[in-house]
């Protein structure tokens, strides 16, 4: 839990942003763009998924279940975020001010709660140098932008947005997928269990 109450604290000075937020979207009052769903949609599954993974597979309790799962959730966006909106800074792109580089360094910083049940083989090694060569392509073509004036840079900017985005969610639930090398072993219901618990 140290990293929950270091992200709320990071972040008091944002909370009444937070505030507005929760009541435009309980109003129905927000703003929205094409790319949204993929937005909402990845992220969705991924806390689906890794309150499966957590709960059924690693039988970690359901408020740490929860607690993880939202975490990834939030850090796989802040991931996209934070490169997405440095990366556009240099090409007169990026408007992250302070306040967007401590919300998502601060949700990054809290996806780590559940770091211990990651795993780093070499899917996922390969997995990370395929989501680094994504960046790396957008930026070879130009970094287009969906909202781009030109109908074939608004194309490849809206392709580029979205795939990469959604490669952040599968990129972090490959992180917590257990392979058959990493069952955990039978045990009483809720025990918090490594991945790597002796038998």
């Not at 505030?19 to 094409?34: I, L």
């Not at 991924?46 to 408020?63: S, T």
Request: glycine content about 10%.
């Amino acid at each position: 839990m140290p990293l929950v109450a270091q992200f709320l604290i990071v972040n008091v000075g944002i909370y009444p942003e937070y505030a507005r937020a929760v009541v435009g979207w309980g109003t129905f009052q927000f703003r929205t763009n094409d790319i949204f769903p993929y937005t909402w949609g990845g992220s969705l599954l991924l806390f689906i998924f890794a309150i499966w993974v957590f709960n059924r597979k690693y039988r970690v309790d359901l408020i740490r279940t929860f607690v993880y799962s939202v975490a990834l959730s939030f850090a796989a966006t802040s991931l996209f975020e934070l490169i997405y909106q440095n990366v556009g800074i240099g090409q007169g792109i990026g408007n992250q001010f302070l306040e967007g580089q401590v919300i998502n360094l601060s949700a990054i910083a809290f996806g780590f709660s559940s770091v211990r049940f990651w795993h780093f083989g070499r899917l996922n090694q390969s997995a990370c140098s395929v989501y680094l060569g994504a960046w790396l392509l957008w930026l070879s073509f130009g970094y287009p932008q969906a909202y781009d004036t030109g109908p074939g840079a608004a194309g490849e900017g809206y392709f580029f947005n979205v795939a990469i985005k959604l490669g952040s969610y599968a990129l972090f639930a490959l992180f917590i997928q257990p392979f058959r090398d990493r069952v955990v072993p039978e045990g009483p219901p809720n025990r918090v269990l490594s991945p790597h618990a002796p038998s």
